[in-house]
C-alpha cells in the first residue's frame, strides 16, 4: 500500500512538472518570435492604422457612460522584458490608434513621479506623459483622454500635492474635468478625464466609482480560460448594466507562466470573436482595457459607438 502511494505520488509530480515544462516552452516559444501583426494583436512599432478623431461623431449630449472606448492596461509598460512589457506603440500612436483609456502608474519620491510597471522604471516620468496628452488633445479637440492614475512601488500614500504640481508644470489645470459625476462627451471634449485612484482631494472622477473587473493574475497559460471567462461575464454584465455607469473590463493579465504578450495573444483572439459575433448590435460594453491591441480590434470597440 505504502508502495503504491508513493508511485502515485511521484507519477502526480512528474506529470506536474511535464506540465510547467511545456508551458514554460509555451511561453518561452511566443517571447522569443517576432513581431506580431494580427487583426486582434500587434507588438509592432506602428498600428496598422490610425483613427485619432473617432469622437467627433458621436453626439455631444451621449453620457460618456454611454461610449464603448478602447484602452490600454499599463500604458507605458515598454522596458524590462517580457515579463512587464504590456505595449509596443508609444502613447502618442496609442492616442492616434483610438485609444481613449490610459493607465498610468507613478513611483513617487521626494515629489518626483516616475513611470513604474512593478520594480521596473520606464524611462519616463508623468510629466511626458501629461505633455504628451495636451499635444493631442490640442491637435484633436474632438477627443477626450481618461486616465486611471495609481502609484506604483513607492507606499508613500501620499501622491496628490506632487500630480497637482506636475499638472501645473506639464499642462494646464483647465485640461481635467473637474467633478466626480459623469459627463456628456460634449463637456468633455478636449479635456482629461483624471481617474483617481489615490487619496486626496478631487482631481475628477473616483477610479473606486467604476464597476471593474480586473483579474490579472493568469498564473500559468493553462488558466486563461478562466482569466476569459472573467472577461466575458463582465462585457455581458456591461451590456446589460446601468447606462448611467462607467464600466471598466480589463482583458489583460500576467503570471510567472504566463507573461502579458502571451496572455494577449490569447485574449484578444478570444474578445475580437465575442465583438466579432455581435457586431451591427446597440450594445454599450464601457472600457475595454488591453495588453498589444491591433488597430483593427480597437476600431472594432469604437464601431460599437
Given at each position: 500500500?505504502?508502495?503504491?502511494?508513493?508511485?502515485?505520488?511521484?507519477?502526480?509530480?512528474?506529470?506536474?512538472?511535464?506540465?510547467?515544462?511545456?508551458?514554460?516552452?509555451?511561453?518561452?516559444?511566443?517571447?522569443?518570435?517576432?513581431?506580431?501583426?494580427?487583426?486582434?494583436?500587434?507588438?509592432?512599432?506602428?498600428?496598422?492604422?490610425?483613427?485619432?478623431?473617432?469622437?467627433?461623431?458621436?453626439?455631444?449630449?451621449?453620457?460618456?457612460?454611454?461610449?464603448?472606448?478602447?484602452?490600454?492596461?499599463?500604458?507605458?509598460?515598454?522596458?524590462?522584458?517580457?515579463?512587464?512589457?504590456?505595449?509596443?506603440?508609444?502613447?502618442?500612436?496609442?492616442?492616434?490608434?483610438?485609444?481613449?483609456?490610459?493607465?498610468?502608474?507613478?513611483?513617487?519620491?521626494?515629489?518626483?513621479?516616475?513611470?513604474?510597471?512593478?520594480?521596473?522604471?520606464?524611462?519616463?516620468?508623468?510629466?511626458?506623459?501629461?505633455?504628451?496628452?495636451?499635444?493631442?488633445?490640442?491637435?484633436?479637440?474632438?477627443?477626450?483622454?481618461?486616465?486611471?492614475?495609481?502609484?506604483?512601488?513607492?507606499?508613500?500614500?501620499?501622491?496628490?500635492?506632487?500630480?497637482?504640481?506636475?499638472?501645473?508644470?506639464?499642462?494646464?489645470?483647465?485640461?481635467?474635468?473637474?467633478?466626480?459625476?459623469?459627463?456628456?462627451?460634449?463637456?468633455?471634449?478636449?479635456?482629461?478625464?483624471?481617474?483617481?485612484?489615490?487619496?486626496?482631494?478631487?482631481?475628477?472622477?473616483?477610479?473606486?466609482?467604476?464597476?471593474?473587473?480586473?483579474?490579472?493574475?493568469?498564473?500559468?497559460?493553462?488558466?486563461?480560460?478562466e482569466k476569459w471567462q472573467s472577461v466575458h461575464n463582465h462585457l455581458n454584465a456591461a451590456a446589460a448594466g446601468n447606462k448611467a455607469r462607467l464600466y471598466l473590463t480589463f482583458a489583460s493579465g500576467a503570471g510567472i507562466f504566463a507573461y502579458p504578450n502571451a496572455v494577449a495573444q490569447r485574449i484578444n483572439a478570444r474578445l475580437h470573436k465575442y465583438l466579432s459575433d455581435r457586431a451591427g448590435l446597440a450594445k454599450r460594453f464601457g472600457i475595454i482595457t488591453m495588453d498589444?491591441?491591433?488597430?483593427?480590434?480597437?476600431?472594432?470597440?469604437?464601431?460599437?459607438?
Amino acid at each position: 500500500m505504502g508502495t503504491c502511494r508513493t508511485c502515485r505520488t511521484a507519477m502526480n509530480t512528474a506529470q506536474r512538472l511535464l506540465v510547467e515544462t511545456v508551458i514554460f516552452v509555451g511561453v518561452l516559444a511566443v517571447t522569443c518570435e517576432g513581431a506580431v501583426q494580427r487583426p486582434d494583436y500587434d507588438d509592432t512599432n506602428t498600428p496598422e492604422f490610425l483613427n485619432p478623431t473617432w469622437m467627433a461623431s458621436i453626439p455631444d449630449s451621449r453620457p460618456l457612460s454611454e461610449v464603448t472606448l478602447p484602452g490600454t492596461h499599463n500604458t507605458m509598460a515598454f522596458y524590462g522584458g517580457s515579463l512587464t512589457e504590456c505595449q509596443s506603440w508609444p502613447l502618442d500612436l496609442q492616442l492616434q490608434a483610438g485609444v481613449r483609456f490610459l493607465d498610468v502608474r507613478v513611483r513617487h519620491s521626494k515629489g518626483n513621479l516616475t513611470i513604474h510597471h512593478g520594480v521596473v522604471y520606464q524611462r519616463a516620468h508623468f510629466g511626458e506623459v501629461l505633455e504628451g496628452v495636451v499635444r493631442f488633445l490640442q491637435d484633436h479637440p474632438t477627443e477626450t483622454v481618461l486616465m486611471r492614475l495609481k502609484e506604483e512601488f513607492s507606499e508613500t500614500h501620499d501622491i496628490y500635492g506632487a500630480v497637482v504640481n506636475y499638472i501645473h508644470q506639464h499642462a494646464h489645470w483647465d485640461l481635467l474635468w473637474h467633478s466626480r459625476l459623469t459627463p456628456t462627451v460634449g463637456q468633455v471634449r478636449g479635456k482629461l478625464i483624471v481617474l483617481q485612484d489615490f487619496s486626496g482631494p478631487d482631481l475628477g472622477m473616483r477610479y473606486g466609482s467604476l464597476d471593474i473587473a480586473d483579474d490579472w493574475r493568469v498564473p500559468t497559460l493553462l488558466h486563461v480560460s478562466e482569466k476569459w471567462q472573467s472577461v466575458h461575464n463582465h462585457l455581458n454584465a456591461a451590456a446589460a448594466g446601468n447606462k448611467a455607469r462607467l464600466y471598466l473590463t480589463f482583458a489583460s493579465g500576467a503570471g510567472i507562466f504566463a507573461y502579458p504578450n502571451a496572455v494577449a495573444q490569447r485574449i484578444n483572439a478570444r474578445l475580437h470573436k465575442y465583438l466579432s459575433d455581435r457586431a451591427g448590435l446597440a450594445k454599450r460594453f464601457g472600457i475595454i482595457t488591453m495588453d498589444f491591441p491591433a488597430a483593427p480590434l480597437i476600431k472594432m470597440i469604437i464601431d460599437f459607438n
